[in-house]
């Protein structure tokens, strides 16, 4: 197996459909990848009406977890600990992804180097709403294979992007955190990480924005308490690996900024 693509849900709503369509429609061989989907949090109807659309209109091999634990973090974690591929994509229940999408990451990825995709940002109201990410992608795909921290606006969450598995390890997400922790997760596997990688701008990633997010519901003393949380648990891990100065710096600024525009 060369791919598992984990996508974590909860109380899944239409979009569901259309992420899973993205991947029934992938361009490569159906035989070397899975999907694991783990729905946290919530049972039934939702567990019946995945396995309905699955019978009804998938093809792929798609492994259902179900757990009563709620959380991004802690689905995320149980499906790393039922992937079979030699690499792990990790894709949002509310997002999509372009046909040529995980042929385009297995073609470039290597065991010391993250491939990333293009990716492009929508809404419900808007095709294309302005994204950070994009932008990075546009000043930096033409560099070729270059040192991840080189691109480091890519590495602040799992998604878009195809990671060896010997990079995670038995790295997991820290469920302790409510925001942040995606970002602490990419740092805390980056000492295995040496590069990075972009595909063409056809395999794209399409990263749906909605009001009441997490991050949007956050209050200040929360933006606080888990922020000082984060710098104690970056520091901590910078100690104890051999993690790259510059990328810890940014880290930390990356935290401080949050915290400031919260």
């Known amino acids: ?89 990790f894709i949002d229940d509310d997002d999509y992804v372009s046909p040529s999408y995980l042929e385009a990451l297995l073609q470039i990825a290597d065991i010391d180097t993250i491939a990333a995709s293009n990716t492009i940002g929508f809404s419900d109201e808007q095709a294309h709403i302005p994204y950070y990410l ?11 294979k270059q040192p991840f921290y080189k691109a480091k606006k890519y590495f602040g969450g799992p998604c878009m992007k195809l990671i060896h598995r010997d990079m995670i390890d038995e790295q997991r997400f820290d469920t302790r955190f409510r925001n942040g922790e995606d970002s602490l997760f990419m740092f805390a596997i980056s000492p295995k990480i040496r590069y990075i990688r972009f595909t063409d701008t056809n395999a794209i990633y399409y990263r749906r924005f909605r009001i009441g997010s997490a991050s949007k519901t956050y209050t200040r003393k929360q933006a606080l308490q888990n922020g000082w949380k984060l710098i104690c648990q970056y520091t901590q891990l910078f100690h104890k690996e051999k993690y790259n100065r510059y990328f810890y710096r940014t880290r930390i600024l990356g935290v401080l900024h949050s915290i400031l525009v919260n």
């Open 1 to 89: 197996m060369s791919i598992s693509v984990i996508i974590p849900t909860y109380k899944p709503q239409d979009y569901l459909w259309k992420c899973l369509d993205s991947l029934e429609a992938q361009t490569l061989d159906k035989r070397l990848w899975e999907v694991v989907l783990v729905l946290n949090g919530c049972n039934e109807p939702w567990l019946t009406e995945i396995q309905n659309y699955a019978k009804e209109h998938l093809t792929m091999r798609l492994s259902i977890i179900q757990t009563d634990t709620a959380g991004v973090s802690n689905a995320r974690n149980i499906g790393l600990d039922n992937a079979a591929g030699e690499y792990i994509a």
């Open 134 to 144: 994009e932008k990075e992608y546009n000043n930096k795909a033409k560099a070729g």
